[in-house]
Structures are given as C-alpha cells and as structure tokens.
T-cell receptor, first 111, second 112 residues
Framework: NAGVTQTPKFQVLKTGQSMTLQCAQD?????MSWYRQDPGMGLRLIHY???????DQGEVPNGYNVSRSTTEDFPLRLLSAAPSQTSVYFC??????????FGDGTRLSIL | GNSVTQMEGPVTLSEEAFLTINCTYT??????LFWYVQYPGEGLQLLLK?????DKGSNKGFEATYRKETTSFHLEKGSVQVSDSAVYFC???????????FGSGTRLLVRP
C-alpha cells in the first residue's frame, strides 16, 4: 500500500550543490507532478508529466529539471542549489479526471 | 483563467465550535471540486470531493456542497476537535485535465 514515495525526507545542501529528489508511485498513474510549498504561498507547480517520455513546465520551473523514463518514477533535479530553493517539495500522481495522491514531502534547506 | 480563492487564516476556534472555511472558484467549464487537508509535517490528503453541481461531499464529519449558482464549495463541520488542527486546501480539476488548481490554504487552529 505504498502510494507515492518520496526520498529523502530531509536534506541540507550548500549553495551550488546539485541533488535529485526521488519520487515513485505504484498505482500505474499517468500523471505525476512536483510542487513546492512555501509559507503563505500555498502550493506552486514546478513541473509535470502526463506519461513516460513527456514532461512540461509548471508555474516555477527555473532551476529544476525533470525526466520521466518510466511510468513509476519522476525525479526532480536541482542543478545548482540556491537559498531561494529552500522549501518543502511534494510529488503527486493521479489518473485522468481523478484527485491527486501526494507523497509525504521532502524538506530541503539550502545554506 | 481558472482559479480558487479561499478565506485567509488562521482560523482559531474552541473545541466543539462550528467551522466554516469559505472557498469560491472561477472556471470556464464544469470542474470537479476537492478539499485537501495537511496535518503538521505531513503531505496533503484528500478530505472530500464533489464532481457536479449540488453534490455534497462528506468525510470525517466535514461536508461541502458544490454550489454552481454561487461558484462556491465551502467546508463545514458541526463540532471541531483539537485533532482537526491543520491546513485546508480547496482545489478544482477541469474535465479532461490532470492539473489541480489550488487555493492558498487556510490554517485551522482548534484550542481545547
């Protein structure tokens, strides 16, 4: 009964470092997405994918890359971390016309 | 464009008080509507949903009715508990779309 699994749960980076946030789902969902959540700003869509091999930008894509080589996995890459990317990151997945299922989040701090 | 507007928080209530969190939407078609809840330190969980006008979604004592005439989907609970303290998000999903559009969230704090 895993649902959407995000790793790691917590991470501290230095400015300029790169890293990949992992997201996996076991529900065979076509749609996957990444959000960031900042105080007072709700959820903002970073990137999304409607199927393997297909990705697109959301509201705030700058500084992030994604790929979707399989239905199950949708990793988010920070190319060169900046303090402005300190946030809580959520991955979500869904089928068509269905509500999204969310992971538990990755809490990322960039010093 | 499509959007969701929620009342600003925080909303502070005493235990057993009546709760209303307002949500209105703007949409070019006929969306499905959702309430998600986020407990401290956790991800978002679907609380309830409604897919067409006049539908009432309900779960864990919470209710919301899809009102097309007022483009609203207000969340209500008759008697809140301390354990209901969380952030509540209203969201819409257009037909044949995957992308949820969220409101900014409303924090609820219930005091014993």
């Amino acid at each position: 009964n895993a649902g959407v699994t995000q790793t790691p749960k917590f991470q501290v980076l230095k400015t300029g470092q790169s890293m990949t946030l992992q997201c996996a789902q076991d529900m065979n969902h076509e749609y996957m997405s990444w959000y960031r959540q900042d105080p007072g700003m709700g959820l903002r869509l970073i990137h999304y994918s409607v199927g393997a091999g297909i990705t697109d930008q959301g509201e705030v894509p700058n500084g992030y890359n994604v790929s979707r080589s399989t239905t199950e996995d949708f990793p988010l890459r920070l190319l060169s971390a900046a303090p402005s990317q300190t946030s809580v990151y959520f991955c979500a997945s869904s089928g068509p016309n269905q509500p999204q299922h969310f992971g538990d989040g990755t809490r990322l701090s960039i010093l | 464009g499509n959007s969701v507007t929620q009342m600003e928080g925080p909303v502070t209530l005493s235990e057993e008080a009546f709760l209303t969190i307002n949500c209105t939407y703007t949409a070019t078609g006929y969306p499905s509507l959702f309430w998600y809840v986020q407990y401290p330190g956790e991800g978002l969980q679907l609380l309830l949903k409604a897919t067409k006008a006049d539908d009432k979604g309900s779960n864990k004592g919470f209710e919301a009715t899809y009102r097309k005439e007022t483009t609203s989907f207000h969340l209500e609970k008759g008697s809140v508990q301390v354990s209901d303290s969380a952030v509540y998000f209203c969201a819409l999903l257009m037909d044949s779309s995957y992308k949820l559009i969220f409101g900014s969230g409303t924090r609820l704090l219930v005091r014993p």
